[in-house]
């Protein structure tokens, strides 16, 4: 068993706030898991009962919308708390969590994070704010995406992919969507985003190799953003 206390990923997240002796108690209840590629955290309508901790690797957020179609609302990554607003609210998930690669995940059941609520001004609030904040993001996001066309909003995601999730040396994506979920986070048909990626490619903005999206100058792209 990790131990919190030791955990680096801790001070990326609301866990921040907690102290030694409350990182200890953690760590004697939680609960360690690897999730492979593709295999879903939990889903949408379910009671989660607790948070996930990311420790390691990549999962997509995710909302079943009117058309029976996946919308990627939220890429999370190291560091991210899941689960934290449907805790607060006592609802079930009002999103599904699908690890987009391999992930180490820890999972804090609910009666411990709440018993951290009463005793840790500092971490409820940092909770509180953490929500708030992904609250705005999704605001932001939402108005942002309707008032750009179909290729700004391309551009945009690749841009976001790149400068959150890095690029590797040959200037590729780290991060590998399929061309069906860089269409769910841009809310049009996987068609649309295909023809667009090959426009893109023959301007060479981009450049594609294969499953590979390369972005030779980032600079490029977000003047189409």
């Not at 391309?154 to 994506?173: C, H, P, Q, T």
């Amino acid at each position: 068993m990790s131990k919190c206390e030791q955990c680096i990923v801790r001070e990326f997240s609301s866990l921040k706030a907690l102290n030694k002796e409350e990182l200890v108690k953690m760590a004697n209840c939680k609960v360690s898991k690897i999730v492979k590629k593709g295999e879903l955290i939990f889903e949408e309508g379910e009671k989660v009962n607790g948070v996930f901790c990311v420790k390691e690797g990549v999962c997509k957020m995710t909302k079943l919308s009117a058309n029976g179609k996946d919308q990627i609302v939220k890429l999370a990554k190291r560091g991210d708390l899941l689960g934290q607003r449907s805790m607060i609210s006592d609802e079930v998930a009002n999103l599904s969590a699908v690890a987009l690669e391999d992930m180490h995940i820890c999972f804090i059941p609910k009666a411990e994070i709440l018993s951290f609520f009463d005793q840790n001004n500092a971490f409820s609030m940092n909770v509180m704010k953490t929500i708030c904040g992904d609250l705005k993001e999704a605001d932001e996001f939402m108005v942002s995406m309707a008032q750009k066309t179909v290729k700004e909003r391309l551009a945009y995601a690749l841009v976001y992919l790149a400068e959150n999730f890095g690029i590797n040396e040959d200037k590729s994506l780290k991060l590998q969507l399929s061309r069906e979920e860089i269409a769910s986070m841009i809310g049009t048909a996987t068609e649309s985003c295909i023809r667009l990626l090959s426009e893109f490619n023959k301007l060479g903005i981009i450049t594609i190799l294969g499953k590979k999206i390369i972005i030779p100058e980032l600079n490029e792209l977000k003047k189409l953003k």
